[in-house]
């Protein structure tokens, strides 16, 4: 899918593509459990903010992340670095993993989300405050910010709807009251413009 090439180029401005992530995968699917402490170590914001994107809610979203993990953890042998990044991966995994919990009948019964999502210093469970990293992942996020108010707004709404939303373009569609045509027209055409204004901010 098109969103998730987006995602991998936002990616880039926090890691990057390591021939490092590549080889911590190596060791999780030879059974090394310090490699998957280290993947946790890397992603764990950058994967907490996306999921608390989705569920709305701080607890919800470190239990995803946990599940994430196992998940890595389980389907190492999976992953192949010929079909894609370790970060892209990850990220199909988050994302799924979020979707699935916000549609879940257990998850439509919890109260309204304590936590939100517009909290720029939201810190994991036993985390301790790092400046530094707060500092990247908000220039991360507002640089995300800026390349969607870039783009025209029809295109912006199904984009942000997909994305925190979890919905297909057929529920898009029919949720703005428009031709799925014109849901898989304004979403091709706002991720190609997200692309390259992504590029163009990275480089």
Do not use: C
Request: glycine share 6%; no cysteine; hydrophobic share 40%.
């Amino acid at each position: 899918m098109i969103i998730f090439s987006l995602l991998a180029t936002i990616g880039k401005v926090m890691h990057g593509d390591s021939d490092d992530e590549i080889e911590l995968m190596k060791r999780i699917q030879a059974g090394h459990e310090d490699a998957l402490e280290e993947l946790y170590e890397l992603y764990k914001r950058l994967l907490f903010g996306m999921i608390l994107s989705i569920v709305k809610k701080k607890e919800v979203a470190e239990d995803v992340l946990q599940e994430v993990f196992i998940t890595v953890w389980d389907k190492a042998g999976s992953f192949d670095k010929d079909r894609g990044n370790v970060y892209s991966w990850i990220l199909t995994l988050a994302r799924n993993k979020a979707i699935d919990r916000i549609r879940s009948k257990s998850y439509k019964s919890q109260e309204k989300a304590s936590v939100s999502i517009h909290d720029p210093f939201f810190t994991l469970e036993g985390d301790k405050f790092d400046p530094l990293e707060t500092t990247i992942f908000s220039n991360r996020a507002e640089l995300v910010k800026r390349a969607l108010q870039e783009i025209p707004e029809a295109q912006r709404r199904v984009i942000h709807i997909a994305y925190y939303r979890g919905l297909t373009q057929s529920e898009i569609a029919n949720h703005l009251d428009i031709p799925l045509g014109t849901v898989k027209t304004r979403t091709r055409q706002g991720m190609i413009k997200l692309q390259r204004i992504l590029g163009d901010y990275i480089n």
